[in-house]
């Protein structure tokens, strides 16, 4: 079964750290990109980070500095390692796969809350 599942989230401090974890299962031979993005109430969902199959990497502005992501060397599993957290990173996170599997080119894990109080 394709599939990703995200755990990780809560409820922290700012300037607090938070680890997400992204399992894939079902594809992890045909990924080429994944990446977490997230979504805040009333806003659009926004890029927070990418990783390719080559180890490099891509992150959103407002995170630059402050998140780091990693994987596995299969794909099987990808974390967003979150420093200094700010009320403004609170949103759901979703992770994200981008494959060469027919039907199943882009993968939506389910989401996983963060929240960061003041």
């Known amino acids: 079964q394709v599939q990703l599942v995200e755990s990780g989230g809560g409820l922290v401090q700012a300037g607090g750290s938070l680890r997400l974890s992204c399992a894939a299962s079902?594809?992890?031979?045909?990924?080429?990109?994944m990446g977490w993005y997230r979504q805040a109430p009333g806003k659009q969902r926004e890029v927070v980070a990418t990783?390719?199959?080559?180890?490099?990497?891509q992150y959103g502005d407002s995170v630059k500095g402050r998140f780091t992501i990693s994987r596995d060397n299969t794909f099987n599993t990808v974390w967003l390692q979150m420093n200094s957290l700010k009320p403004e990173d609170t949103a759901v996170y979703y992770c994200?796969?981008?494959?060469?599997?027919?039907?199943?080119?882009?993968?939506w894990g389910q989401g996983t809350l963060v929240t960061v109080s003041s």
């Open positions: 079902g594809f992890i031979f045909r990924v080429n990109v």
């Open positions: 990783i390719n199959s080559g180890g490099g990497t």
């Open positions: 994200n796969a981008l494959s060469s599997l027919p039907g199943y080119r882009e993968v």
